[in-house]
């Protein structure tokens, strides 16, 4: 009887315990809204770069007007954007290769300099977004930087009235 007893308290304890954990809030899904916003880029690795091209920069993402779309800006360089789509119900951007950045930086472009296909950043529950792809900038006047994936993390905006910077330093 002592035996069953301890088996039946020791169901009860392990049911409360699954009940417990599993009874967690859920993390909301990241809206198209939430994805505006400046995100510091940060490279996994860099398979190559012979002109030395940044492998750390900001980038600004942006809504486009356009329904589940994104605007990545300042990529590589000030005037390199390209444009992703978002699908809320897998929380990934696609961003499709072969897509005109600028005049010096043209093509967005995967392994082997491919210009069609895509790159997929997936939105992690923390607003982080991040590859695991090889893709990377190629233009005409120079070899191309080939990104060997990427973290890209939100960076905290704080606004601060100009009558609080204005002073004598």
Do not use: H
């Not at 002109?51 to 990545?72: A, C, H, I, M, Q």
């Not at 300042?74 to 005049?103: E, H, P, R």
């Not at 995967?110 to 590859?131: I, P, Q, R």
């Amino acid at each position: 009887m002592k035996k069953q007893n301890s088996f039946k308290t020791l169901f009860t304890l392990v049911a409360v315990a699954l009940l417990a954990f599993s009874a967690r809030p859920a993390q909301a899904a990241v809206t198209l809204d939430d994805l505006a916003g400046t995100y510091s880029f940060v490279a996994a690795g860099v398979s190559e770069n012979p002109n030395s091209l940044p492998t750390e920069f900001d980038v600004v993402v942006s809504l486009t007007g356009n329904e589940n779309e994104v605007k990545f800006s300042n990529f590589v360089a000030s005037a390199n954007s390209f444009v992703g789509t978002y699908d809320a119900a897998s929380q990934k951007i696609t961003v499709a290769f072969g897509q005109l950045l600028n005049d010096d930086f043209d093509v967005f472009c995967g392994e082997a300099y491919a210009e069609t296909g895509s790159l997929e950043f997936t939105v992690n529950a923390d607003g982080s977004l991040s590859t695991d792809a090889t893709f990377g900038i190629s233009s005409f006047w120079g070899s191309p930087v080939l990104y060997t994936g990427a973290t890209l993390t939100k960076t905290v905006q704080v606004d601060v009235p100009l009558a609080d910077v204005l002073g004598t330093y």
